[in-house]
């Protein structure tokens, strides 16, 4: 994969919505696990939710579960991570990631995992 870009984010206040998306160029990501992470201002990198190849295996951080869902549309090449119930600690630029998975059911929870990242969208979430 040469290039994963992420869109979607922005600014919004707390208990709004966004959907997340992350498009690969150049190569197909269908054979690819897929996760999303997210970075906050002098925090570290933290895991938000993964999703197998095939979309059959989802996990996400407790911190966001029953918040986020994440998805995939392999014919469109993209990933997208839907976010309701926004609170200002979700606040952080996001990224999106992927690992090659030779089409196992697998998917990553750790940034070692991933050998490929998008360049992050910012997500403001307002009080």
């Known amino acids: 994969v040469q290039l994963l870009v992420e869109s979607g984010g922005g600014l919004v206040q707390a208990g709004g919505s966004l959907r997340l998306s992350c498009a690969a160029s150049?190569?197909?990501?269908?054979?690819?696990?897929m996760g999303w992470f997210r970075q906050a201002p002098g925090k570290e990198r933290e895991f938000v939710a993964a999703i197998s190849w095939s979309g059959g295996s989802t996990y996400y951080a407790d911190s966001v579960k029953g918040r986020f869902t994440i998805s995939r549309a392999n014919a469109k090449n993209t990933v997208y991570l839907q976010m309701n119930s926004l609170k200002p600690e979700d606040t952080a630029v996001y990224y999106c990631?992927?690992?090659?998975?030779?089409?196992?059911?697998?998917?990553?929870?750790?940034?070692?995992?991933?050998?490929?990242w998008g360049q992050g969208t910012q997500v403001t979430v307002s009080s």
């Open positions: 150049r190569r197909t990501l269908s054979s690819y696990a």
């Open positions: 990631a992927a690992a090659p998975t030779d089409y196992s059911d697998t998917y990553y929870i750790d940034v070692s995992g991933y050998d490929y």
